[in-house]
């Protein structure tokens, strides 16, 4: 039976080995100034890029760990942007992404495996009503910005099928004259919350 100086004394050593844990974990931050949710569909004449203004990042676990890490996204779906008033109020309708019902987009990762500067991020992608697991490759750069400060950018590229959410089933136009993929252009910047 182990005495009470040899249980404090254990106790003691776990409680600096998880101080000295806390101090080396820095959390990051995402820097909403650089980062972009895009993405680009094609008609039959030419492409239309736009992006979403409105967003939720949150990034759980040790940054220099990324098994460990957990990604939730959560995108406000009426901030749509494609640079045209008009075609913004139509995408937000029920022929696209009937936004007064589904006003959120959300992302919520199950597993990160990283491959030398690769992350592949495996999670759910809900929209429109939809679910669907993807496995979204990100390219991870590592530098200090233009003030100096360590950040992390994390760039994925990835096609999705619209029909797979039901984007555009109610739309005509879309049926005659949209591409069935749209590839989502993905760049995440963070820094430490410390910088």
Same mark, same amino acid.
Do not use: C
């Given at each position: 039976?182990?005495?009470?100086?040899?249980?404090?004394?254990?106790?003691?050593?776990?409680?600096?080995?998880?101080? /000295?844990?806390?101090?080396?974990?820095?959390?990051?931050?995402?820097?909403?100034?650089? !980062?972009?949710?895009?993405?680009?569909? !094609?008609?039959?004449?030419?492409?239309?890029?736009?992006?979403?203004?409105?967003?939720?990042?949150?990034?759980?676990?040790? %940054?220099?760990?990324?098994?460990?890490?957990?990604?939730?996204? =959560?995108?406000?779906?009426? !901030?749509?942007?494609?640079?045209?008033?008009?075609?913004?109020?139509?995408?937000? !309708? +029920?022929?696209?992404?009937?936004?007064?019902?589904? %006003?959120? @987009?959300?992302?919520?990762?199950?597993? @990160?495996?990283?491959?030398?500067?690769?992350?592949?991020?495996?999670?759910?992608?809900?929209?429109?009503?939809?679910?669907?697991?993807?496995? $979204? %490759?990100?390219?991870?750069?590592?530098?200090?910005?233009? =003030?100096? /400060?360590?950040?992390?950018?994390?760039?994925?590229?990835?096609?999705?099928?619209?029909?797979?959410?039901? $984007?555009?089933?109610?739309?005509?136009?879309?049926? @005659?004259?949209?591409?069935?993929?749209?590839?989502?252009?993905?760049?995440?910047?963070?820094?430490?919350?410390? +910088?």
């Amino acid at each position: 039976m182990k005495s009470w100086l040899q249980r404090t004394l254990a106790l003691s050593v776990l409680f600096a080995l998880a101080a /000295v844990a806390r101090a080396e974990f820095k959390p990051l931050k995402i820097d909403a100034v650089h !980062s972009r949710l895009g993405f680009t569909a !094609s008609t039959l004449l030419f492409d239309v890029e736009g992006h979403f203004n409105r967003y939720d990042v949150q990034l759980d676990g040790d %940054p220099s760990k990324p098994a460990s890490a957990r990604l939730k996204v =959560s995108i406000d779906a009426t !901030s749509i942007d494609t640079g045209n008033t008009k075609r913004d109020e139509h995408l937000s !309708s +029920a022929d696209f992404f009937e936004v007064k019902k589904y %006003p959120r @987009i959300t992302f919520v990762s199950e597993s @990160i495996t990283q491959r030398g500067n690769q992350l592949h991020v495996v999670g759910t992608l809900e929209m429109h009503g939809q679910k669907r697991t993807l496995t $979204i %490759p990100f390219k991870l750069v590592k530098g200090k910005n233009g =003030s100096g /400060v360590e950040s992390t950018a994390a760039r994925g590229k990835l096609v999705i099928h619209r029909s797979e959410f039901g $984007i555009g089933a109610g739309s005509i136009a879309a049926k @005659i004259s949209l591409e069935e993929e749209v590839t989502l252009d993905l760049l995440v910047v963070a820094f430490p919350f410390a +910088a």
